[in-house]
Structures are given as C-alpha cells and as structure tokens.
C-alpha cells in the first residue's frame, strides 16, 4: 500500500511540472518581443555585452601595470664579425664611389679568408612583368669569371666531335639522354642545337630550376656549337632581372686586382646599356651596389640614367 500511494504521489508530481511547463510557454507569444526567440536573444546579448566590459576592465588594468624596459638590440654592424667590422670603416658612410673607385675598394674590403667573387648588384627601373622589359642576356667578360666552367653540349655524333675538339668536357648524342635519366649532372652549361631540343623536352623539371635548360636568349641553343663552347670557357656569363627588378652578376675574383675587374665593369655595363627597353619611362638604372661575397656593399655613381 505504501509503495502505491508513493507511485501515485510521484504521477501527481510529473502532471503538476507537465502543466507548469506548458502554462509558462502558453505565456510566450509566437512572434514580437515577448516571443521565446526573442527573449533568449537578449539574454545571450546581455551576457555578451557583460563578457565585453570584463574584458574591457581587464585590459585597462594591464594596461596600468608598470611595464619592464624594452630588450636592448645591439646594431647590425656591432652584431657582425671584426673583420667585416674592420672592412666596413675603410666605406664612407654616405658617399658615391666611381666604378674604378668602387672596384679597388672592393678588393680592400674582402673580409674572407678565400677568393671571394665581387659582384654587382643593380637595380633597374623596369617592370619584369612586360615581355619587352624582363632582360634576359649574356655578356663575354675579357677577363673570365674566375670559375671553372664544365661545358656539355648535345647534338648530333658529328657536331658532337667538333664541340669536343673545341674544349667541351662532355659532347654526346644518345648517350647524353642516359646520363640525364640517371639524375646525373656533371656540368654546369648545356649547350644544344636546335633540332635536338625536343629530346630535352621530358627533362626540363630536372634542368629548369637548376638554370641548365638550354635557351636562344642565353645562346645555348645554336647551330655553331664550336663558337658556343669557347665563349663558355672563355668567361660568358648571363644576366637577368629578377621580380624585384634587380640584376645580379659575378664580376671576377678579388685575385684579379682592380684593373681586370673593371675591365670587365665595363664591359658588364656596356651590355646593360644596350638591353634598355625602348619602351621605358623614366630612369633606367635605379641604383648600383658593388660587394664581395662576405664584404660590405659600395654604392657606386649612377652611370646610365
């Protein structure tokens, strides 16, 4: 009997929640400002709003801690080795050099201990992105570059000989495509005729960005391959503009001394000169750097306008 009166009780219980439940939503109106939607809305904003002031309050007093000092950052030029400090006083900070000025100071602030390479740096005033201003060439330096250079040159058995009595350290037909299908590559210029580029056709993601895919522009690609090999021993080197529009090329060794260095300065100059585009508003050549590999840079007088 006891166990029934509870059950009775706890059924009486349920009814009485079930009728409080359902006369409390009989009190929200299907849509307005007294609709149910719209009161958990302004709930859930009012607790957002309460959550945007705590953060507010909790920022202002951050805020008013005391903070400790700034980390002290040394200059570059004190965070860099003595040598190159010591190289870095004989530039005047400020000042212009000539080219003949710029290539003898190099030569006294090479900080390293081999023969580094000086290299100029320019920045032109064109727009890589225009066909007739992406400047793309080559240029025979008198002096070489200092570099050995490992030539191979692909064509034809007969073509193949001559390149080889020219001073090409590989000249190869078939045999050449087998040596590139075992990923080897022991040169450092391609030199091909033009008939024969389509076999290369299936290696350019191997060759392009290591910069071997032979090109007209760089005057690998050509049917005189004995003029071709010579000019790549001799010191012919290519140059072009990268997408900041600077052009970036090694001169010659410190070894050289100042006057073979800008004997081929010079001559580096003369082929910037005439690869300006005709199409071309304003200044051509921006500004000009000269460095070492591990030397400080040296501003040198704008020479083409």
């Known amino acids: 009997m006891a166990e029934d009166a509870k059950d009775l009780k ?28 719209h009161i958990e809305e302004v709930k859930a904003e009012e607790e957002r709003q309460a959550r945007k002031v705590e953060r507010a309050k909790e920022d202002a007093e951050a805020a008013e801690k005391p903070k400790g000092e700034a980390p002290k950052v040394r200059p570059l030029i004190e965070r860099r080795g003595k040598n190159y400090r010591k190289a870095f006083e004989k530039v005047e900070k400020g000042k212009v050099y000539t080219l003949a000025e710029a290539m003898k100071l190099a ?78 590559i022991a040169f450092d210029v391609l030199i091909s005729t033009p008939q024969y580029m389509p076999k290369l056709g299936k290696y350019a993601r191997m060759l392009g960005p290591k910069g071997l895919m032979p090109n007209p522009k760089a005057g690998t690609v050509t049917m005189d391959l004995e003029k071709a090999v010579k000019e790549a021993k001799a010191g012919k080197v290519e140059y072009r503009v990268d997408k900041q529009s600077i052009v970036h090329i090694g001169l010659g060794k410190v070894s050289f001394g100042a006057d073979k260095l800008l004997e081929n300065a010079n001559v580096f100059f003369d082929s910037l000169k005439a690869q300006k585009p005709a199409s071309l508003k304003g200044n051509y050549v921006k500004s000009v750097f000269v460095t070492t590999t591990m030397g400080p840079s040296i501003a040198v007088e704008n020479l083409y306008s």
């Open 107 to 184: 030569v006294e602030t090479n900080p390293a201990k081999f023969d580094a390479t000086v290299e100029a740096h320019v920045r032109l005033g064109v727009d890589p992105r225009q066909a007739d201003q992406n400047i793309r060439t080559t240029v025979v330096l008198p002096n070489g570059n200092g570099k050995t250079v490992r030539v191979a040159v692909f064509a034809p058995l007969d073509e193949a000989k001559k390149a080889k009595a020219a001073g090409a350290d590989i000249a190869e037909d078939a045999e050449f495509l087998k040596r590139l299908d075992k990923g080897e």
């Open 10 to 37: 706890d059924e009486k219980t349920v009814e009485t929640e079930v009728e409080k439940t359902e006369a409390t939503e009989e009190k929200f109106a299907k849509s307005g400002k007294k609709s149910k939607k």
